[in-house]
């Protein structure tokens, strides 16, 4: 089986400042691992995504997260926040054919 | 290229009607996903459709099936709905498997 814990239900961040929101996961196996985000009446988007290649993965809109085996943990960070982030990430897991595994979300406020 | 569809957006339904949702996904892509997001449950696979085959399913009840053409066009259906079913349903296309899936904008059931 596997699962993601997302350890932040809501974080908040000025414009400008680093953003760092935090990911989990538990496989048997070899996972894939990927952000998600989803703005406000809109659809999910793919932010990025690990599938066990370079464990720094670089995605859209300058975010970017790190696989550490040791830890189980994808975390996702970006250097500078813009008022666009404002929005709700998900941090995903899924191993082999399986279905995505949906983590609770972290809820991003970015203050001006 | 057109993104994934989905029909209709909105939808209100009366506890122990069926309710059937479709989704058209891009061009070329042969698999479709579906999800239900609801605020106690966040998001959660249903099943996943390749080639007219269902390959994968999550762990809902009977109530839910769905059926996928030989245009990738799936279909989803509900019967017997109940109130808990209230939620937005996001469906999900990819040439194969789950890395990199395309989400349309859902459509929202409402049970009452």
């Known amino acids: 089986a596997q699962s993601v814990t997302q350890l932040d239900s809501h974080v908040s961040v000025s414009e400008g400042t680093p953003v760092l929101l935090r990911c989990n996961y538990s496989?048997?196996?070899?996972?894939?691992l990927f952000w998600y985000v989803q703005h406000p009446n809109k659809g999910l988007q793919l932010l990025l995504k690990?599938?066990?290649?370079?464990?720094l993965v670089k995605g859209i809109n300058g975010f970017e997260a790190e696989f550490k085996k040791s830890e189980t943990s994808f975390h996702l960070t970006k250097p500078s926040a813009h008022m666009s982030d404002a929005a709700e990430y998900f941090c995903?897991?899924?191993?082999?054919?399986?279905?995505?595994?949906f983590g609770k979300g972290t809820h991003l406020i970015i203050q001006p | 290229k057109a993104g994934v569809t989905q029909t209709p957006r909105y939808l209100i339904k009366t506890r122990g009607q069926q309710v059937t949702l479709s989704c058209s996904p891009i061009?070329?892509?042969?698999?479709v996903s579906w999800y239900q997001q609801t605020p106690g449950q966040g998001l959660q696979f249903l099943f996943e459709?390749?080639?007219?085959?269902?390959?994968n399913k999550g762990n809902f009840p009977g109530r839910f099936s769905g059926r996928q053409f030989s245009n990738s066009r799936s279909e989803m259906n509900v019967s017997t709905l109940e109130l808990g079913d209230s939620a937005l349903y996001l469906c999900?296309?990819?040439?194969?498997?789950?890395?990199?899936?395309?989400f349309g904008p859902g459509t929202r059931l409402t049970v009452t």
């Open positions: 999900a296309s990819s040439l194969g498997g789950v890395i990199e899936q395309y």
């Open positions: 496989s048997s196996y070899s996972p894939s």
């Open positions: 690990y599938t066990s290649a370079a464990t």
């Open positions: 995903v897991v899924s191993v082999g054919a399986d279905g995505l595994t």
């Open positions: 061009s070329g892509h042969r698999s």
């Open positions: 459709y390749f080639s007219e085959t269902q390959r």
